[in-house]
């Protein structure tokens, strides 16, 4: 049985290629990072991840460990803080080995309106939501290179490709997602690192739900949706899980668009 709710029972698929694989995730501790997490350890992966919520970090942890798969390590870090993001990594690349994954997944759509951005928010908004990716995949590349390839999954946004307003730092680091994705991607292949960028709609998570799901955003689903329903994280997970899975061998540069046929 799945430690996270709702994540289609057992007809969905087994990747072997991700047992025993180390993998690194940021902002695992809730919402589409603990669907990541928990979908990983449950393909019998070895996951380790950040975060700066702590309590929920623990639990997930806690609740994993208790439904009989391996424990993921937590450190609580703040990603803006390069050098204890370096360092986190490495300590804990010493602890499972170097890492097969790397999913950045940690990020933050606080909404701004344009005339309000100051030099100072920008740079606080480009550090979470853009810097640390870059960074990780440093962490990480030397790793992969000596284990003969591995995986990196970005997450992006579909805000940027709707032309969304009321967060345009947000939108300008996601859209800038794409072309780290695909110049890494470059960079990377001939060590056989896959570079992939998997970008949600809007995703039912805690926070969106309490924050900004009302009914004038019911409607705007059912309307702008191809499919019936809302997006789940676990529906997020699945598509990191094939793309860090052997499977998609041959993906790597493209842009995965998990929204229901929102864009």
């Known amino acids: 049985m799945s430690a996270v709710k709702n994540v ?4 969905l698929a087994h990747f072997p290629s991700l047992k025993g694989k180390s993998v690194f995730v940021t902002g695992g501790g809730s919402g589409i990072g603990e669907a990541i997490v928990s979908a ?21 942890c806690q609740r994993l460990a208790d439904a009989g798969f391996s424990k993921p390590l937590f450190r609580h870090c703040d990603i803006r803080d390069i050098p ?4 986190a990594m490495q300590a804990m690349a010493q602890e499972l080995g170097d890492f097969d994954v790397l999913v950045n997944n940690a990020a933050n759509d606080q909404r701004h309106q ?10 606080d908004r480009i550090a979470i939501n853009q810097r640390p990716m870059f960074f990780t995949c440093q962490a990480v ?22 032309s969304n307003g009321g967060y345009p730092v947000y939108t300008t680091a996601k859209a800038a997602v794409v072309g780290l ?19 949600p709609g809007w995703v039912m998570t805690e926070r969106q739900v309490a924050l900004w799901l009302d009914a004038a955003g019911e409607e705007d689903i059912k309307r702008n949706q191809c499919l019936p329903g809302k997006l789940q994280p676990w529906h997020l997970a699945r ?12 993906c790597t540069a493209q842009e995965f668009i998990v929204d229901a046929g929102w864009a």
Do not use: C
């Open 8 to 11: 289609g029972g057992d007809k």
């Open 114 to 123: 344009w005339q309000d951005v100051t030099v100072d928010y920008w740079n």
């Open 181 to 199: 994705t695909r110049g890494l991607a470059r960079d990377l292949g001939p060590h056989n690192i896959r570079v992939n960028t998997v970008s």
């Open 239 to 250: 598509m990191v899980l094939f793309l860090a899975a052997d499977d998609s061998a041959m």
């Open 40 to 60: 990983f350890a449950e393909q019998g992966a070895r996951v380790a991840f950040v975060d700066i919520e702590t309590a929920a970090s623990e639990a997930l």
């Open 84 to 87: 204890a993001l370096q360092a």
């Open 141 to 162: 590349a030397p790793g992969m290179q000596k284990k003969g390839g591995g995986a990196i999954i970005n997450l992006s946004s579909i805000s940027w490709h709707l």
